[in-house]
């Protein structure tokens, strides 16, 4: 019996540090480690679940290819090489017939590990393949901080814990970052800190708050200038940290004031003597933190949101006094690890957002999935199924489970989890770091991602060296300024290092201050946040959605059962259309119906339904269906918490859909 020390490799803040106990080659437990200050000794349900979802049936252990039917779910079992031929013989056959622009690599970080994910993506960047520009998760946020901070890297976690006022505003954090809720209850009992949760739902972390501030959805710019304006007004800004630092700030200024009392009530909901209650902690309470969520930015005012609630703390004379994601604070050589700086070919870069269009109309014929679960988890479901069912399109994806995608592809390759390799991932929100190391040998005939993407490359005749490099000298290159001190060989000897940020008083603004009118603006945006008309009640619901505390996406499902097929509905609207508790509900759009059962809360305001993501329906249908493939203009994100939907009590067994989704709940793991 040993204990193995890892990290948790799951596109999640967290980034845990675990020490796994294996038994004769076996994972017998696994405990969140001590020695991260971040990961405190405990695991969220997801780092429990991990050796049941190793040892899950739903495990894709060998390789296979579509069986001869063709039907969709059935496969055979074929060996490696076959398999490899199988793919290598489609790839060079697509280039031959189509062009490289019509390879899609469509990957995402459902591992995050520098060679499983980044290392892997070699092969591709010397095809030239298309991929897509990774805007599912951050992207608008990233890009509307920036406007006025140039990066979007905020504070660290040990300042957050320092505060006296922490605000989680569209951050759920009590489910989806467990640890970084529990530093903040730990500050609040130990120095009074008090802790504010912005979000139209009473969310666990509203639930636990001090205060919960409930705008409606869409107005958190409203509410920014209307705290703005009391700030003001009272005298609560630090002019001295303005002058020196910013600027821009009398043009925000000036629009802040137009923004009363009654007109930020009349846009957010949000009552004057509230938006008073929070500008009185801001300035009675110093400093303080704001834990602005990935979900606040999910909508088609999210990257106006994001930059709005980042332009508070400079009021208050904070330098980044916020934290979004740090991802942009390191200096990583992306390009050396990933081998986009090492190919000749550039290649075609695709709006994610957007893909299902683009996979419906057959642009790609030969679709590579790495690392993500896009038949699932992307928006316009409709048309990514059908893109990715086309008899004229190719589908391979490279796995640890049977996902929704697997069972709709050609060919399915095994995959070792995070446990069943050596590896090294980075946090976007703390700094510490230690080596992933192997905790079990891979199980069945599951191969690492390089080992497969150096034997297509072989035969598909590839020679340039770098696609055979020795990926740990590769990784030595990548992080060698990453750290504040030491470097990978430190890793490797079992050592602890600091990832080292940029100075959080550096600004990549062209005036090298924080601008609170931006200089410089994509197309369509403004200089200052711009509070964007919100859609008339006449045009039906606002459908939010989020994480729940069992599942990251689309996984765990093999160890906790079905994502819940609920939606929350509010007295009032379940009222005017006869729904009670737990009854059979249609949501549905233009673009889909989803039947799921009903609970009926007042957590959700009028004209509100939230539902967990991605679920799927009682009727086989995606939540994701009804997210039409539209993004912003900002950044380019997704609009998931901008749906429109309505809702009715669903006729019969059953809701009938114009779209083939019903399939999906029908498949089955016939290998």
């Known amino acids: 019996m040993k204990i193995i020390k890892t990290v948790c490799h799951r596109d999640c803040p967290d980034t845990c540090f675990m020490d796994v106990t294996v038994d004769r080659g076996k994972i017998i437990a ?50 490696w090489d076959a398999a490899l031929s199988t793919v290598s013989g489609r790839i060079q056959a697509t280039l031959d017939t189509h062009g490289r622009e019509s390879l899609l690599l469509y990957d995402y970080p459902g591992n995050t590990g520098f060679l499983a994910w980044h290392f892997a993506k070699r092969l591709w960047s ?18 509307g901080i920036g406007l006025h901070y140039g990066l979007s890297y905020g504070l660290q976690l040990e300042d957050m814990a320092a505060s006296t006022v922490i605000l989680f505003w569209g951050n759920n954090a009590r489910v989806s970052a467990s640890h970084i809720w529990a530093m903040a209850s730990h500050a ?10 912005v979000d139209p739902r009473k969310s666990p972390t509203a639930e636990a708050a001090d205060i919960w501030v409930q705008p409606i959805p869409g107005s958190d710019v409203a509410l920014c200038y209307g705290i703005a304006r009391y700030l003001i007004e009272k005298g609560g800004v630090d002019l001295g940290f303005i002058g020196r630092w910013t600027t821009g700030f009398p043009k925000y200024a000036e629009t802040a004031m137009e923004w009363t009392p009654q007109r930020v009530e009349q846009v957010s909901g949000v009552p004057g003597h509230c938006v008073a209650q929070i500008g009185e902690l801001l300035m009675t309470h110093r400093p303080a933190a704001f834990m602005i969520g990935l979900g606040l930015q999910k909508s088609m005012q999210g990257a106006e949101a994001a930059r709005a609630v980042a332009l508070l703390p400079a009021l208050l004379g904070l330098h980044r006094g916020f934290q979004y994601s740090n991802a942009r604070g390191p200096v990583i050589n992306w390009p050396t690890i990933n081998g986009g700086g090492l190919s000749g070919h550039r290649g075609k870069v695709v709006s994610q957002v957007a893909i299902g269009e683009r996979l419906a109309g057959g642009e790609f014929k030969f679709v590579y999935v790495l690392g993500s679960n896009p038949a699932m988890t992307l928006p316009d479901q409709s048309a990514v199924r059908r893109g990715l069912d086309r008899k ?16 709709r592809a050609d060919v399915v390759l095994p995959a070792p989890t995070y446990l069943e390799k050596r590896d090294v991932t980075i946090s976007d929100h703390h700094p510490f770091s230690r080596l992933s190391e192997k905790a079990i040998e891979p199980l069945g005939d599951s191969r690492h991602e390089i080992w497969v993407m150096q034997q297509l490359a072989k035969r598909l005749g590839l020679t340039a060296d770098w696609l055979y490099e020795d990926p740990w000298a590769s990784l030595e290159k990548t992080l060698a300024r990453t750290y504040q001190e030491g470097g990978l060989k430190n890793i490797l000897d079992g050592e602890i290092l600091e990832v080292k940020l940029k100075p959080n008083e550096a600004y990549q603004t062209p005036s090298g201050k924080i601008e609170f009118a931006a200089s410089v603006s994509p197309a369509g945006a403004t200089p200052l946040p711009t509070q964007q008309p919100l859609p008339s009640a ?26 819940p097929q609920v939606v929350w ?9 006869s729904i009670e508790e737990n009854d059979r509900v249609a949501v549905f759009n233009e673009l889909a119906t989803v039947t799921l059962h ?15 993501r991605p679920l799927t329906g009682l009727n086989g249908v995606p939540l994701n269906a009804l997210v039409p493939g539209i993004s912003q203009g900002i950044g380019g994100g997704p609009i998931f918490n901008s749906v429109k939907v309505k809702i009715r009590l669903a006729a019969g067994s059953s809701e009938s859909d114009p779209s083939d989704h019903s399939r999906a709940s029908k498949e089955t793991y016939r290998v």
């Not at 991260?36 to 969220?44: D, E, Q």
């Not at 010397?126 to 890009?143: E, K, M, P, V």
């Not at 004229?392 to 069972?407: C, K, M, R």
Request: glycine share 10%; proline share 6%.
């Open 392 to 407: 004229d399109v190719f589908v391979v994806v490279q796995d640890t489970h049977w996902s929704e995608t697997a069972l």
């Open 188 to 197: 609040k009992k130990n120095q009074g800190a008090i802790l504010v949760c």
């Open 598 to 612: 009903a609970k009926v809360t007042a957590k959700v305001p009028s004209g509100t339904l939230w539902a967990p």
């Open 569 to 577: 509905v509010n007295p009032e609207d379940a009222g005017q259309r």
């Open 30 to 79: 696994i405990r969140g480690s001590t020695e991260n200050p971040v990961t405190g000794g405990f695991l969220c349900p997801r780092g429990n679940g991990d050796p049941q979802r190793v040892y899950s049936k739903n495990r894709v252990l060998h390789p296979h290819v579509k069986a001869e039917s063709g039907e969709s779910g059935t496969f055979s079992r074929v060996s």
């Open 538 to 563: 006449d045009s039906g619901l606002i459908l939010l959605n989020s994480s729940t505390a069992k599942f990251t996406h689309s996984q765990f499902t093999d160890v906790y059962g079905p994502i």
């Open 126 to 143: 010397a095809l030239g393949a298309t991929t897509s520009d990774y805007t599912l998760c951050s992207s608008s946020g990233h890009a």
